[in-house]
């Protein structure tokens, strides 16, 4: 059974930085390194969005309002994705989750990030 965990929300000041991290575990290294990894967010009262994807080649997708901020990587060997995002704001605040579409969807539990002084 793949499953998928966030690490490294937290509280942050506006303007600062966090490095959420999404590891894999039950999926081979090799079926891992074959698939996309999304990252969504979600607000209080809001609809899940999506936030970056990176492909199995490595290809970036960004949410149009994000560009720039946010930078999404992966490290195949460790089966981890990376979401580094830097210049915080309080719109910001969501729990963030990972995704992956390997046979089916699968959802890690999410991690909270809160942009607040």
């Known amino acids: 059974q793949v499953q998928l965990v966030e690490s490294g929300g937290g509280l942050v000041q506006p303007g600062g930085s966090l490095r959420l991290a999404c590891s894999a575990s039950?999926?081979?290294?090799?079926?891992?390194?074959?698939?996309?990894i999304n990252w969504f967010r979600q607000a209080p009262g809001q609809q899940r969005e999506f936030v970056a994807r990176?492909?199995?080649?490595?290809?970036?997708t960004y949410a149009d309002s994000l560009k720039g901020r946010f930078t999404i990587s992966r490290d195949n060997a460790k089966k981890t994705v990376y979401l580094q995002m830097n210049n915080l704001k309080p719109e910001d605040t969501a729990a963030y989750y990972c995704?992956?579409?390997?046979?089916?969807?699968?959802w890690g539990q999410g991690t909270q990030v809160t942009v607040s002084s």
């Open positions: 990176i492909t199995e080649e490595g290809d970036t």
């Open positions: 995704h992956a579409r390997i046979f089916q969807n699968y």
């Open positions: 039950g999926i081979t290294l090799d079926l891992f390194t074959r698939y996309t």
